[in-house]
T-cell receptor, first 114, second 115 residues
Framework: AQKITQTQPGMFVQEKEAVTLDCTYDTSDPSYGLFWYKQPSSGEMIFLIY??????QNATEGRYSLNFQKARKSANLVISASQLGDSAMYFCAMRVGGSYIPTFGRGTSLIVHP | GAGVSQSPSNKVTEKGKDVELRCDPISGHTALYWYRQSLGQGLEFLIY????????KSGLPSDRFSAERTGGSVSTLTIQRTQQEDSAVYLC?????????????FGDGTRLSIL
């Protein structure tokens, strides 16, 4: 069975600082994909970044980067230069090669202070 | 717009009534998912459609829940004889296909409140 763990229910960061949101996963399938989504208070889930299990380099998308440590089974999201608009819930998700159903973590609430 | 569209955005109904929630996926997306999100919780998978294949209904919590997808496009999630524990936000997502790297595109959700 696949499992995603997000241990930080809430995080606070000062505007313009960097923040790391933790995500660990568990699967025995060698082929998998890891996703991060942002959910603002408006409710819509927004895709941020993807990392494949065979990707050699960490994924980056603008101010978002994924710190992928395969041996430790972690896929932490790093947001650089936080902005007030980054305040939201952040969900880590995983899909394994043999399944079409992603598994989501419980989410981390991020609040960016001015 | 070109995104996933869900309606209604809010629904308030009395316990015991039936409700229908609609999802219009992105044009051309063959995969469609329904999720339930209770207050402050993560996403609970309900059902998955892929093209014309039989849906994966493994997440439906009871036989009061059903869903269909007509013509490989619009989907309707039906909850019969609603209970108060059905109160939640119901999210629909679509994806271009089955490839592992393809993310899901979500609608704004339907907030369902059972009185």
């Amino acid at each position: 069975a696949q499992k995603i763990t997000q241990t930080q229910p809430g995080m606070f960061v000062q505007e313009k600082e960097a923040v790391t949101l933790d995500c660990t996963y568990d699967t025995s399938d060698p082929s998998y994909g890891l996703f991060w989504y942002k959910q603002p208070s408006s409710g819509e889930m927004i895709f941020l970044i993807y990392q494949g299990s065979y990707d050699q380099q960490n994924a980056t998308e603008g101010r978002y980067s994924l710190n992928f440590q395969k041996a430790r089974k972690s896929a932490n999201l790093v947001i650089s230069a936080s902005q007030l608009g980054d305040s939201a819930m952040y969900f880590c998700a995983m899909r394994v090669g043999g399944s079409y159903i992603p598994t989501f973590g419980r989410g981390t609430s991020l609040i960016v202070h001015p | 717009g070109a995104g996933v569209s869900q309606s209604p955005s809010n629904k308030v109904t009395e316990k015991g009534k039936d409700v229908e929630l609609r999802c219009d996926p992105i044009s051309g997306h063959t995969a469609l998912y329904w999720y339930r999100q209770s207050l402050g919780q993560g996403l609970e998978f309900l059902i998955y459609f892929q093209g014309n294949s039989a849906p994966d209904k493994s997440g439906l919590p009871s036989d009061r829940f059903s869903a269909e997808r007509t013509g490989g496009s619009v989907s309707t999630l039906t909850i019969q004889r609603t209970q108060q524990e059905d109160s939640a936000v119901y999210l629909c997502a679509s994806s271009p296909g089955q490839a592992l790297f393809q993310p899901q595109h979500f609608g704004d959700g339907t907030r369902l409140s059972i009185l």
